[in-house]
């Protein structure tokens, strides 16, 4: 190959390589950080999104959070071992060597320390589930990402999941989802642990405007039933320990079920996170966010006034 068109090629991949959006994760007890890692970073991999590359990481972990401490040391270290991350000894070092923040931390009680310091040193932010461990501190969050003007989002994979995106009806009456329930006892909004996926599906098939939430269940089963200002009704069941995901959405007589295989994976999601760190503009308005996060926390007075319906603060 001719010099000078070596050198060509090399310099058009170093300038992609300069041009990739590089991504710092915080919190590595989960393996949403593999999974992103593995379609960000090797280009053979299925689904790969390009234009984004996980580069650095801070470890974080929860030592009283069994699902936290016995993860995070080796998540990091294959991380490092075999997608070449570094993993740093804090956020303000995580900071300075990338564009954009993934928080990963499966214990939400740490989200917003470790939301206030990202947000300090102006980086775009994903915050994965739950957001917060309460409404305050997802309020919080909000306050401090607007007052510094960075952007962010939270959001489940399951909003862009065959289930919402094959059943999308705007004239829709009611929507029922279930899903998954199982609690984690540091938690306060103990639907905000895992039953955030299927109440995510039920506030992208619904939209916002949720005013009053009765929760009502048992050992293996909850339900929370909902009211929207227009009067149309939403349900929800949170199955425990675990179970399928599903949705009905109801027009009119007539109702509707997504595909028996609905496909659910963490792909479209990953894709909507590079956009919004290419573009600063969250999938997701933080609003929509915010009342998800008020709807937990009425479903949780509900269940502590013996299952009478309580109105979204």
């Known amino acids: ?61 929860s030592p009283d959070v069994e699902s936290s401490r016995t993860r ?11 997608w070449n991350v570094e993993i740093v000894p804090d956020i303000p070092s995580l900071c300075k060597k990338v564009d954009a923040v993934l928080l990963e931390s499966v214990d939400g009680r740490t989200h917003l320390a470790q939301a206030r310091q990202v947000i300090a040193a102006r980086k775009p932010l994903f915050i994965d589930k739950p957001l917060a461990a309460t409404l305050e501190d997802a309020r919080e969050i909000a306050r401090l990402a607007k007052e510094a003007g960075v ?25 029922t989802t279930w899903g998954p329930g199982p609690f984690e006892e540091h938690h306060y909004l103990e639907l905000g642990w895992y039953a955030i996926h299927p109440i995510e599906m039920l506030f992208a098939l619904m939209g916002t405007g949720c005013e009053e939430v009765t929760r009502v ?26 179970g399928p995901y599903g949705a009905v959405v109801f027009r009119g007589k007539d109702a509707r079920m997504p595909p028996a295989k609905a496909a659910s994976d963490y792909v479209p999601m990953l894709r909507e996170i590079v ?39």
């Open 1 to 61: 190959m001719p010099v000078m068109r070596l050198l060509a090629l090399m310099l058009a991949g170093a300038l992609a390589c300069a041009a990739q959006i590089r991504i710092g994760i915080v919190g590595t007890d989960t393996s949403h950080v593999i999974a992103f890692t593995r379609v960000l970073n090797d280009p053979a991999a299925k689904n790969h999104i390009p234009g984004a590359r996980i580069v650095a990481a801070y470890k974080g972990g």
């Open 72 to 82: 995070v040391e080796g998540f990091a270290q294959e991380l490092a071992a075999k």
């Open 151 to 175: 952007p962010w989002f939270s959001s489940s994979s399951l909003r862009w999941s065959e289930i919402v995106t094959t059943m999308k009806a705007p004239d829709a009456t009611a929507v």
């Open 217 to 242: 269940g048992g050992a293996t089963l909850d339900t929370i039933t909902c009211r929207w200002k227009d009067g149309r009704l939403g349900t929800v069941h949170a199955l425990r320990p675990y």
């Open 275 to 313: 956009k919004f760190f290419e573009t600063g503009k969250p999938p997701v308005p933080n609003e929509e966010t915010l009342e998800i996060f008020a709807f937990l926390d009425a479903a949780q007075r509900s269940k502590e006034a013996g299952g009478k319906p309580m109105r979204l603060r």
